[in-house]
Every structure is written in structure tokens, then in C-alpha cells.
């Protein structure tokens, strides 16, 4: 995972929205004044990540700036090939919103919908949760302090919240939860085969396959009976079936007959009707002749129907075209008018404007030459507000220069004292905590003690026991000796804690006793600056009257200056006057020209009117009268329709006859289908009477009754023995899958011994003196090889780790070798010594997650010289080597010029703000 892009707005201190481009970094410093928002800027990337930052607990509203009401995030980061952005928005009221992005092309994708969803998504996406991104990207000095110079248990302690070995715990407490639930699950397995499947045998299979063969012959003997019964029923059944059917075939004979009979009679109606229909088509046709319709003439009125419209709309057009004629003339005269009157009142303006002109010149000229003067107001107020508090901002910067130098002396006292009390503290808790261990041993050999038996193997060592040795318990003595442990680990803490403050303090004072003194110079140099403004402005020293005589320079100034914006409005208006006016003039000048375009333009449409006009009537004729037209049109109307009516009767009748045609062919074809149909009923008569002889002849009794009986009787008695073959062979499914059961049951039963024993020994091996120990013991070991690497090249090839002590000794290659307490290291030392394994860390735990492309240092470089911060650099820039991302905050100037790019960050009232350099 690697960081893009960083918007933030309305977070912490950034009240207006800042950006921050990683895209071009690779090794940088963060840096800016104290409370500027350095840390804030690490701390918006957890919150886009995660929702929640290290400082910040349930109440994130207090992430948000004072003067705002929400905060906005975006993170655009890159994971392996892909790139996404995560935008987060937090309200001091209303809900939140979240979302995440996907680069596909030139457009965003959303890939993800819940919170929950989300959350997945960021620790697939960077490989580590919240507690693992700020142990390995955003590095905790603090805690690498301590891990340093702590004593075993803090150490442990510390290692267990980096690598997480408290989950080694939870995983023995479910190891013996499982193992617990195995036992009782075989345990019920057991009480099973003991009661729910006694009598579930081999021998009870058996004894059900001799009764089952047994069942078998005798259902087959009683499915023949039950055939024959049957067969028999059958053959009486369909002979009273075909007796039947003769019957029926007799009543379809005659049915046949009736309808042969109809289907004659239908064909004479027909033909009458069709008779009928062919005369009313003749009348019809004749009625037509005497409507006397002239179609020719019809279509030539129809032809000049809408050139008779055209004339009336010509004539319309003329009489408003003339009306038209008559008010532009009028609107003319008056346009003309009206422009002569405004160009005169134009001339006037103009003249008005000119010696409005001459006094605006003349003011401004004067107001120029006392201009120097319009700033002496403002210099006059800041001689009375900010003089005197100059004056006491120099005298209270001297003297917290004073009281610092005096602070720094009394701590550096104080600290030979609290080094001399942690050597001792130290020395004490090792020896308690040498004494606890040697009882834990003999404690731990008792707990191994209860477990062994002679002649059985040790779980240790596998050897087999020949005797058990005898009971040493420690007693009240490892209770007091592990209360003096955390006596002297309490004491050692404290004056730990003690010495860390006050190296806080001696590491705080030099950058604060240098802010004082600048403050000092900042204040005497702003007092100066000031007292000689007001002298170049006075042309004299400055005095206890210099702020009247400032304001008395500013009047002048300020009455001249009203004087020439006086002049300048009456000259402004004169001149909006005189615009005013012309632009009216033109205005109506251009109304009269348009007027007159308007006017030349209606008399030519008026003539070109008139002459549609006479050619439309010449077309016309003696049709130019619109009523000889209508009552000519009219009589032809009603001939058309009269026609036309008599034109759909003659249709609907020919449709008529056209049905009565296929009516009758439907006849005929009915006729020859009736008498077919009869034929054929005949001829079924005499197959069905033929079969009904033929069936009798195979049958001694004929009562249907009697065979039913029988059949029934036989059907009753093969449906019993069929029932009890397979009620048998029933029974024998159940015995020989309760056989399975019993057989999956014992397997299962054996499975759950093999896992308790399984679990029972995993709960063993994850107690904190087995597995997690020796997990333990292997990271130190990788911290001390890789962190060597680092410190030794940080030292200037003085110091290394010695990889084989659980302390953390230095080898002090300098002095042939000699091994060293890390404690015994000056505070820079101790500070580089701290950075190495908190870089090995960094490089570590990525083995176990995903790679990281991003490292963050937060402060602790102000404790190193400009050699050193040397060493720092190039090492940090060997780690970066073009593939991973460095920042390290600091306000420590040197630091940050050393490396390749800086991003300040600026303190203002109004929020902090951004900028890139180098």
C-alpha cells in the first residue's frame, strides 16, 4: 500500500481544504511549528482507512475544526497494480458517509456498499488492521524506548501488543473449550451404542433374509390366483361392454339416417334464398341509373374548391395591408419628431460634461500632492495600540530567556541524580526477577511432577520414568519472591519514567530557549521598525505627541481627497447624462428608419396582393361568385351520396349471395357426409354384434357379480402377503442401517478421542512458556540481527546488538568489544539504538502481512548533532532506495534540510496550511 493523494477539510486544524501529492515523493520531511497539524496529517490517513485515529477515542467529533461543521477526508492510495481512493465524511449532526473506489480507465468504480464491507475491503486492500498499520507504517518511538531499556516483562509486554501473542492464549483457552466439548461428545456416544442400538446385530439380519425368502414364494402363488381372477373378470366385463356397444351402434344408425334427412332438406331452402338475392341486385342496379350523378363534374368543382378559398383570404390580406398603410405614416411623423428633440437635448449634456471635466482635474490634482498622507491615520493607531505592548514584549522575552538557561541548569542536576537511582533500580529488579525464575522452575517441575508415572514415557523428554522424584514446592517463598519483583520493577519504572521526563525536558529546552531568544529579537526589531516609520512620516524623532500630529497630517489628506471624489461624481454623472441622452437619440432615430423600411415593405406586399388577386379571378370565371359555386356544389353532393348509398346496398347484397353460394356448396358436402356416416354406422353394427357372439362362446358363467367376488378375494389375499414381504424387508433396511449408524458412530467416537488427545495436547504446548516463548524469543532474535544492521550504520560502525543476549546489550566495537547495558548509552545513542529496532520492526512484520510501500518516523530526532542526523539521513535514504515511501515529522530544522523534499505546514489563525519544497 502506498499513499497517492491526501485531501483534507475541516480536519483538526485544517479548517479550508488542503492537498497533499505523494506521487513525486520518496523520501520527505513534515515539518512546521508546534500544534501546526504535522501529526494530523498521518492521523487523516488512519481515519480514512480505518474511521478512527490513535488520539481520538468514541467521540470523533473532536476531530473536527472549531469553525467548521463537518470534516472531509479522501485518500487516493495504490494496492499492488490498482489504484483506489476512500472518501470519508464525518457531521457534528446527520450521518456520515463513507465510500470506496476503484480506478477502472478514466472513471471512479464503487466497490463496496456497508461499513462492514468497507472495513474487509481496507484490510484485504493494505493487509493489516488498525493496531498492525500503526505498529508497522506510522512507527511508535515511544514504545521502542522502553523496549530498549525495560526490563524482561515490560519487554514481553510491549512484544505482545507488536506481534499480537495474546492470541496465542485465546487459542489455548478454545484448544481446552474443544477439547472439553470432544469428551463430552464421545462420552454421549457411548451412552448411545450402549441403549439406542443393543439388539442391532449381524444374527437379526440374518434371521429377516430366511423369513423374507419365505414371504417371497408365498406372495408369488397369490399374484397368480389373483391374474387368473382377474383375467376372467376382464373377458366377462368387455362382453357386457361389446353388448353395449351394439346397442349404442343400433341408436347411431338411426341417428345417421335423421341427419341425412336434414342435410336435404337444408339444400332445397338455399337455393330459394339465392334466387331472391339476385333479383333485389337487379332493382338495385336500376334505382343507381335515374340518381343522375356527373362524377366529371364533381372533380373539376373539387379541383377549384381551394383556389375559391385562396380568393377570400387575398381579399382579407388587402383590407389589412391598407389599415396597416395608414398607422405606419403616423408612426413616422412622430418618430422623426422625437429624434430631433433628443439630439438637441444631447448637445446640452455634452457641455455640461466638459466643465465638469475642469473641476475634477483640478481637485485631483491637489488631492495627489497630499496622498503620501492618507496612511498616517493607520500608523498613528498603531503607534498608540501596538507601542506600548512592543515595549513589554521585549521585556518579557528577556526575561524568559533568563528563566530558561536557569531550568535547563537545575534539570541537568536533577539528572545525574535519577540516572544513579535507575542503575540502582535496575540492578535490584534484575536480581529479584533472577530469584522469581529460579523459583518458577522448581514450580514448574512440581506441575510437571503430578503427571509422571514410573514406567510410563515424560512428556518432555519421552524418556520412560523409572522413579518420580519427590515433591519440592517453593511455597510462601516464590509469592514473596514475586511481590519483591514488582517492587522493584515498580521503582524501577518509576524513576525510568522519572528520567524520560526529564530527558523530555533537557531535550525540549534548547528549542524553546531558541524560540525565546528569536522571540526577544522579533520584538525589539518590530519596536524599532515601527518608531521609524512614524519618524519618516513626522520628518522629525518620535515623540509623546507624534500620534496627534499623524492624525492632524491625516485630515488634511483625507478632506482633499473628498474633494476630488466630489469632483469626480459630478463628473461621472454629467457623463452618464450626456450617454444617456445620445443613446436615446440614436434609439429613436433607428425607430424612425425602421418605421420607414416597415412601411416601404407593406405597400410592395399590398401590390404584389393585388396582382394574386386579379390572376386568382381570371382563373375563376363565372365561379367568382362563391354562391353560384356552393349551389352548384351542393346539388352534385347530394347526387354522390344518393349513388353511393345505393352502391353499399348493392354490395352488402352481393356479399349476401356470395355466403348463400357457400351455404349451399357447405349443403351438398353435408348431404355426402350423412349419407357416408350412415353407411358406416351399418357396417359397425354388424362388427359389434359379431364380436359380442365370440366373447359368449369363451365363457361358462357370465354373472359379473360372481367373477368380481372372486377377484376381490384374490386381490385381498395377494395384497397381504405382498404387505408382509415388505414389512420383512422393511425391518431388514432398519437393522442394516441402524448397523451403518452404529458402525459411522464408532468411527466418530474414535475421531473425538484422537482430537481430545490432540487438543489436549495443543492446550499444553501454548502455555507462555512453550510456543509463544519460544515465538518470543525467535523475534528478539530477528530484531537484534536486523536492528544490528541498522544501528551499526547509524553509530558510524560504533555500536552493534548482541545477538545472543535477551537484554539487548550494545558491543561497543570502538572499544575492542566490551559488552554494555543499553541503558549505559547517552540520550542520541539510546535514540538511534531505539530507531533501529523500530526500523527491523517495520521490516518484519510486512513478512507476515503485505508488502509495505510507506514508512512514517514521528518526532524524536532533536536529541541528535549534525554528524549524526547525517548518518540518519543516509541510512533512511539506503531504505527508501526508489521503491519505498519515507516521511519523517520533525520541527527540527536541520533534519528536514538535510532531506530531498519538505512539506511545511503553516499556523495561522484562519487554519493551517501546506506547501512542497525542494
Not at 530558561?404 to 540492578?427: K, P
Amino acid at each position: 500500500m502506498r499513499p497517492l493523494r491526501l485531501e483534507v477539510e475541516g480536519f483538526t486544524s485544517f479548517r479550508s481544504q488542503a492537498v497533499l501529492d505523494f506521487t513525486s515523493l520518496d523520501l520527505f520531511a513534515i515539518t512546521g511549528p508546534t500544534g501546526a497539524g504535522k501529526s494530523s496529517l498521518l492521523d487523516a490517513m488512519l481515519f480514512a482507512l480505518y474511521g478512527r485515529t490513535p488520539r481520538i477515542g468514541v467521540n470523533l467529533n473532536e476531530l473536527i475544526h472549531q469553525g467548521a461543521n463537518e470534516l472531509r477526508v479522501l485518500l487516493e492510495f495504490s494496492s499492488g497494480d490498482e489504484v483506489y481512493r476512500l472518501l470519508r465524511v464525518l457531521k457534528r449532526r446527520g450521518a456520515a458517509t463513507r465510500r470506496l473506489e476503484k480506478r477502472e480507465g478514466d472513471r471512479w468504480i464503487s466497490v463496496t456498499a456497508s461499513a462492514a464491507d468497507l472495513k474487509q475491503q481496507v484490510v484485504a486492500l493494505t493487509g493489516l488492521d488498525f493496531e498492525g498499520f500503526t505498529r508497522a507504517v506510522i512507527l511508535p518511538q515511544g514504545e521502542f524506548d522502553q523496549f530498549l531499556r525495560g526490563d524482561p516483562k515490560q519487554r514481553h509486554e510491549i512484544l505482545s501488543r507488536l506481534l499480537h501473542l495474546e492470541v496465542y492464549e485465546t487459542m489455548k483457552v478454545r484448544a481446552f473449550d474443544q477439547a472439553r466439548e470432544a469428551e463430552m461428545a464421545a462420552e454421549a456416544i457411548r451412552r448411545n451404542l450402549d441403549t439406542v442400538f443393543e439388539g442391532v446385530t449381524e444374527e437379526a439380519l440374518a434371521e429377516c433374509g430366511v423369513r423374507l425368502e419365505e414371504a417371497l414364494v408365498f406372495a408369488r402363488e397369490a399374484a397368480a390366483r389373483r391374474d387368473e381372477a382377474q383375467r376372467r373378470l376382464r373377458l366377462a366385463k368387455e362382453y357386457a361392454a361389446s353388448t353395449a356397444l351394439a346397442g349404442q351402434r343400433r341408436a347411431g344408425v338411426r341417428d345417421a339416417t335423421q341427419a341425412f334427412e336434414q342435410a336435404s332438406q337444408r339444400t332445397t331452402q338455399i337455393q330459394e334464398k339465392r334466387l331472391a338475392v339476385h333479383e333485389t341486385i337487379r332493382e338495385a342496379e336500376e334505382r343507381m341509373v335515374r340518381a343522375g350523378y356527373d362524377e366529371a363534374a364533381y372533380h373539376r368543382l373539387i379541383a377549384l374548391r381551394p383556389v375559391v378559398q385562396q380568393h377570400r383570404t387575398l381579399v382579407a390580406e388587402i383590407e389589412t395591408m391598407r389599415s396597416r398603410l395608414a398607422r405606419l405614416e403616423r408612426d413616422l411623423k412622430e418618430s422623426m419628431h422625437s429624434a430631433g428633440t433628443a439630439e438637441a437635448a444631447a448637445e446640452a449634456a455634452a457641455e455640461e460634461t466638459r466643465r465638469a471635466l475642469g473641476r475634477h482635474e483640478a481637485a485631483s490634482a491637489a488631492a495627489e500632492a497630499m496622498r503620501d498622507r492618507t496612511a498616517c491615520r493607520e500608523l498613528a493607531r498603531d503607534w498608540r495600540q501596538r507601542g506600548p505592548a512592543l515595549r513589554r514584549a521585549v521585556a518579557a522575552a528577556a526575561k524568559r530567556v533568563l528563566d530558561l538557561r536557569a531550568q535547563r541548569q537545575g534539570s541537568e542536576a536533577r539528572r545525574s541524580e535519577v540516572e544513579e537511582q535507575l542503575a540502582n533500580a535496575t540492578e535490584a529488579a534484575r536480581d529479584a526477577a533472577a530469584h522469581r525464575e529460579h523459583l518458577l522452575r522448581q514450580d514448574a517441575a512440581g506441575a510437571l511432577r503430578s503427571g509422571l508415572a514410573p514406567g510410563e514415557p515424560c512428556p518432555v523428554c519421552e524418556q520412560t520414568v523409572a522413579v518420580v522424584p519427590p515433591e519440592r514446592s517453593p511455597g510462601d517463598a516464590l509469592a514473596k519472591a514475586e511481590a519483591r519483583s514488582r517492587q522493584c520493577a515498580r521503582a524501577e519504572s518509576e524513576a525510568r519514567d522519572t528520567l524520560q521526563r526529564l530527558l523530555h525536558d533537557l531535550s525540549r529546552l534548547p528549542s524553546e530557549l531558541q524560540e525565546a531568544e528569536k522571540a526577544s529579537d522579533a520584538a525589539g526589531e518590530a519596536f524599532a521598525w515601527l518608531e521609524q516609520r512614524v519618524a519618516e512620516a513626522l520628518g522629525e524623532p518620535a515623540d509623546e505627541q507624534a500620534a496627534e500630529k499623524l492624525d492632524a497630517l491625516a485630515r488634511q489628506a483625507e478632506e482633499a481627497q473628498r474633494e476630488a471624489s466630489e469632483a469626480m461624481r459630478q463628473w461621472r454623472d454629467a457623463a452618464d447624462r450626456e450617454a444617456s441622452l445620445a443613446r436615446t437619440a440614436q434609439h429613436l432615430r433607428h425607430q424612425a428608419e425602421l418605421t420607414e423600411q416597415r412601411h416601404a415593405d407593406v405597400t410592395a406586399s399590398l401590390a404584389s396582393s393585388l396582382d394574386r388577386k386579379q390572376r386568382v379571378e381570371e382563373q375563376l370565371g363565372r365561379y367568382r361568385d362563391a354562391a353560384c359555386f356552393e349551389q352548384e356544389w351542393g346539388a352534385l353532393e347530394v347526387a354522390r351520396q344518393i349513388q353511393a348509398g345505393i352502391r353499399d346496398e348493392i354490395a352488402s347484397l352481393t356479399r349476401q349471395k356470395v355466403s348463400l353460394d357457400q351455404e349451399a356448396a357447405a349443403a351438398d358436402t353435408a348431404v355426402a357426409v350423412s349419407r357416408e356416416r350412415l353407411r358406416q354406422a351399418e357396417s359397425a353394427l354388424a362388427e359389434a354384434e359379431q364380436h359380442a357372439a365370440a366373447l359368449r362362446a369363451c365363457l361358462d358363467v357370465i354373472e359379473v357379480a360372481q367373477l368380481e367376488q372372486a377377484a376381490t378375494a384374490a386381490e385381498q389375499e395377494a395384497a397381504r402377503r405382498e404387505e408382509e414381504r415388505r414389512a420383512i424387508e422393511s425391518a431388514q433396511d432398519r437393522i442394516r442401517s441402524r448397523l451403518a449408524e452404529a458402525a459411522a458412530l464408532r468411527e466418530e467416537l474414535a475421531g473425538l478421542i484422537r482430537r481430545h488427545k490432540i487438543l489436549r495436547q495443543l492446550h499444553e504446548e501454548l502455555h507462555a512458556n512453550r510456543f509463544p516463548g519460544f515465538v518470543e524469543a525467535a523475534t528478539l532474535r530477528t530484531l537484534a540481527a536486523e536492528g544490528s544492521r541498522h544501528f551499526h550504520e547509524l553509530s558510524a560502525e560504533r555500536y552493534s546488538f548482541d545477538p545472543t543476549s535477551p537484554d539487548f546489550d550494545v558491543i561497543d566495537h570502538w572499544h575492542a568489544g566490551e559488552r554494555r547495558s543499553a541503558s549505559t548509552l547517552s540520550g542520541g545513542e539510546s535514540f538511534l539504538a531505539s530507531l533501529s529496532l523500530a526500523l527491523a520492526l517495520s521490516e518484519s512484520l510486512p513478512r507476515f502481512a503485505s508488502r509495505l510501500e510507506a514508512l512514517f518516523l514521528d518526532e524524536g530526532f532533536s536529541t541528535l548533532d549534525a554528524a549524526t542526523l547525517d548518518d540518519v539521513t543516509s541510512a533512511l535514504e539506503k531504505l527508501a532506495g526508489g521503491t519505498r515511501m519515507i516521511g519523517v515529522i520533525s520541527h527540527v530544522a536541520e533534519l528536514a534540510d538535510r532531506l530531498p523534499c519538505r512539506i511545511r505546514v503553516h499556523k495561522s489563525p484562519r487554519g493551517s496550511t501546506l506547501s512542497v519544497d525542494g
